[in-house]
């Protein structure tokens, strides 16, 4: 099975939201370049079809974290499957169709210069991170408010947003610092 037919199975198996049918469709549209753009220009999953395994990463690690009997129990994180696979799947929507093939400049290892391949960032919807994949699934289908912070959150401390508000959406909206810790692990560990 490829990727992108393991996401669009989870996808299928897990959303059954009203509206999720058309979002699936469009990230499956030549509108959308969700299943071959990359997940960043030079960092983790900087190549075609990063994107999408990051989110399936982001997925498994997720269902991990919250599969633990500490976080069930203790911290009485308890989410739907869909909820699961909302957040996780679909957290990095606002990548779609952000970068492009380009080159630059680097050394090889005898000090010669060589152009490779690499990815720019251009955004023509620059409406943030989180809030922007909050955005674009909101055009098509329902968030709890609890999948919206944790969507609009997901990058945690490493993000650009005042700590105290981070900490805030933690505190409330606990699926937010699961989900961050789920992107963390995934970007820290698998790519």
Same mark, same amino acid.
């Given at each position: 099975?490829?990727?992108?037919?393991? %996401?669009?199975?989870?996808? =299928?198996?897990?959303?059954?939201?009203?509206?999720?049918?058309?979002?699936?469709?469009?990230?499956?549209?030549?509108?959308?370049?969700?299943?071959?753009?990359?997940?960043?220009?030079?960092?983790?999953?900087?190549?075609?079809?990063?994107?999408?395994?990051?989110?399936?990463?982001?997925?498994?690690?997720?269902?991990?974290?919250?599969?633990?009997?500490?976080?069930? $129990?203790?911290? $009485?994180?308890?989410?739907?499957?869909?909820? /699961?696979?909302?957040?996780?799947?679909?957290?990095?929507?606002? =990548?779609?169709?952000?970068?492009? =093939?380009?080159?630059?400049?680097?050394?090889?290892?005898?000090?010669?210069?060589?152009?490779? +391949?690499?990815?720019?960032?251009?955004?023509?919807? +620059?409406?943030?991170?989180?809030?922007?994949?909050?955005?674009?699934?909101?055009?098509?289908?329902?968030?709890?408010?609890?999948?919206?912070?944790? /969507?609009?959150?997901?990058?945690?401390?490493?993000?650009?947003? +005042?700590? $105290? $508000?981070?900490?805030?959406? %933690?505190?409330?909206? +606990?699926?937010? %610092?699961?989900?961050?810790?789920?992107?963390?692990?995934?970007?820290? %560990?698998?790519?």
């Amino acid at each position: 099975m490829t990727k992108a037919e393991e %996401f669009i199975k989870i996808f =299928k198996e897990n959303i059954q939201r009203d509206g999720a049918d058309k979002l699936l469709e469009y990230l499956m549209s030549t509108q959308s370049d969700f299943f071959i753009a990359p997940a960043s220009t030079r960092f983790h999953g900087s190549y075609e079809g990063g994107l999408l395994e990051h989110s399936l990463n982001v997925y498994y690690c997720l269902k991990d974290y919250l599969s633990r009997d500490r976080v069930k $129990n203790e911290y $009485n994180l308890n989410y739907t499957d869909e909820s /699961i696979a909302i957040v996780s799947l679909l957290h990095d929507l606002c =990548k779609v169709n952000c970068y492009v =093939k380009g080159t630059r400049n680097v050394k090889d290892s005898s000090g010669v210069w060589q152009q490779v +391949p690499t990815f720019e960032y251009s955004d023509d919807m +620059p409406y943030g991170h989180g809030e922007k994949s909050v955005y674009i699934i909101s055009g098509f289908m329902k968030l709890t408010r609890e999948e919206a912070f944790a /969507i609009r959150y997901h990058m945690g401390f490493s993000g650009s947003e +005042p700590q $105290n $508000n981070v900490g805030s959406a %933690f505190e409330k909206y +606990p699926l937010a %610092f699961a989900l961050s810790t789920a992107d963390m692990e995934a970007t820290y %560990f698998l790519e």
